[in-house]
C-alpha cells in the first residue's frame, strides 16, 4: 500500500525494519528487507540537538558503513539532522571525519545506498546524503550545507525576518533541490508509493561509484557560469612555507585560491593540489579544487601532499541555490578516487573546519598540521550563531591529535626554545 514518506515509522514498517543494539543518541541502526532482500538501515532523527550528530552517533553509523564496506549490499539512510554536534567541540569533528572516511569506502564498494530525508538535512548531514546515488525529499524538507541561522548572518538579517525566510525557502527547499538533480525525488502531497521508489534507489548500479561521481563533477560545472570554473585572479604565494614543506624544489602555481604544482621532499617527489583562501569555499572554488584533483586522478602520481588554509564553506545563498553540498562533496569524491592508487596526504597551513576540512580530512589516511595551524569545528561567528557563545577555543596539536582532526605536526616553523 503506498505510504506518506519521510516519516521515520512509515520507512521503518516499508522495509520491515528490525532494529540490531541500542540506540546511539540519535542514531538507531538494524536490518530489513524490500521484496524478500535484505537492506541495511540507519535512522538518523532528531530525538534530541536537533538531530545532531555526536561521537556517539558517528561512530554508531561509521560502524555500518564499514559493514557494508565489507560485505556490499543495499542501505537505505533516514537523514533528519542539523548536522555536526558543535557543542560537542572538536571531538566531535574528529568523529566526523572517521564517519566520512567509512562512508566514502562504503559508497566506493559499489553497494546500492538510497537517503530518505526527514524535515531538516544540514551540514554534515547533507554530505551523506549526497554519498547515496538517490535521495528523496518530501514537499517540507530543507537541506544545505548551512542552517538558517548561518545564512541569516551571512546576508546581514535575522532568522526569523519574513524576508529572508522567504528568499531561503526559495533556495533550500525540496522544489529546488528536485530541479537541480535527476539524483533527487521530491514526494509528491498526499499518497506515495515509498516502496517503489526504495526498488527503483536500490537497484544494482549500471555504473561504477567513480564513473559516476565523475559525471556528477562535469554535471556540477554545468551549473556554473563559464566564468567560474576558469580562474583569472592570482597572488604570491607563501615562499618560506613551501620552501620548508619542500627543501628540494618546489613548483607550485595559484589562481583563485587552488593551488597545483609539485614539490620534493626526502620522500621524493609529490604532485600538490590545495585549498587557501582568505574567504569561505563558495561553490565555484570547491568545483575548481575537485576538477584539479580529479585531473591527478587520471596522472595517478605516487604521492599527493594537499594543502589547505581556509576557515569554513560559504554561507551564501547564491551558493546554496546550486547545492553547495554536492560541490563540498565533490571535493571529497575526487580525493577518494585520488586515494585509491595515490598516498594522499592533507596538511593544514592555516586555519580549517567545517565541512571544507572534512572533505579533504576524511580521504586522506594522515593529516598534519604546520606549527600555530588553527582546526576549529565552525569558526567563532557561526558557533555563536548556534550556541549563543563561542565555545570553541584553540587548542595545541596534542588536542588536535586526541581528538582524532590530525594525527601528527610538521616540525616547521616552530620557533627555537629560549634559555632559561
Known sequence: MPVTPLDADALREALRFEPQGERAGNVLVGRGELDGRPVRC?????????GALGVAECAALGALFEAVAAQPGPLVLFLDSAGA??????AALGAFRRLYASGLRCALSNAPMAAVLGTHCFGGASMLAHLARQRLFAPGTRLAMSGPAILAAGTGMSATDEAFRAMAEATI????????SSRNTMAADGDFDLQAWLRGALAEPARSPLAEWLERHRELGQRLPVEARQATASRGVDRRLFDALF???????????????EGVDAGGPQAVVGLMRRTPVGAAAAWRFADAAWRLAREAPARVRVLLDCAT??????????????????????????????????????????GVYVALAAPAPVVSTVYGAAIRVLPHAAIAAILGDDRDAAPDAGAYEQAGVADRELRIGIPPKQDP
Open 85 to 90: 554536534k558543535v557543542s560537542e567541540g572538536l
Open 247 to 261: 627543501p628540494h624544489g618546489w613548483n607550485i602555481e595559484e589562481t583563485d585560491g587552488v593551488l597545483a604544482g
Open 313 to 354: 564553506h560559504a554561507g551564501r545563498l547564491e551558493d546554496e541555490r546550486i547545492v553547495l553540498s554536492e560541490f563540498i562533496v565533490d571535493m571529497a569524491s575526487a580525493l577518494a578516487a585520488l586515494g585509491r592508487q595515490s598516498r594522499v596526504e592533507l596538511t593544514v597551513t592555516g586555519e580549517a573546519g567545517g
Open 42 to 50: 540507519a535512522f538518523a532523527e532528531n530525538r534530541a540537538a536537533s
Open 173 to 180: 527547499c525540496a522544489a529546488a533541490r528536485s530541479r537541480a
